[in-house]
């Protein structure tokens, strides 16, 4: 008895050709989304360090006497691009005879637009006094 087993290997070759397509497929996702988490980890931190620069400029107009709404625009280094809002607010406590002025400086740093892929915030408060 001679049984032939003609395309049977043909069968076989496609089956694994899709099995490998398949698997190149989910290499490449999991490759593009981890480069984009890496990428967005990336903007995180200097959306962080941009909002403490912008922490530390308010910090510096208050204890100076400007202590307001601010908007500046960053272009150095890491951190061109964002877009950091300042708003301070001032209250007075006297304590003895001396007068002490406490700020509350809330900081936005962002870049991008909202719902963007790019998009990145983040938002600080400082609480700083001019007490000696």
Known sequence: MNIRQSGFSLVAA?????????????????????SAGAS??????????????GAAWAAHQAIAGSCGTQTATLTEAGTTGFTVTTN?????????SQTT??????????????????YVSRRLQVKITDAS
Request: hydrophobic share 45%.
């Open 14 to 34: 496609i089956f694994l050709l899709v099995v490998l397509a398949g698997l190149g497929a989910v290499a490449v996702r999991i490759s593009t989304s981890q």
């Open 40 to 53: 967005q980890s990336l903007l995180g931190s200097q959306a962080l360090q941009a909002a403490k620069s």
């Open 88 to 96: 301070c607010n001032q209250t007075n406590h006297a304590e003895g």
């Open 101 to 118: 002025n406490v700020f509350i400086i809330d900081v936005v740093a962002q870049r991008g637009q909202y719902g963007g892929a790019d």
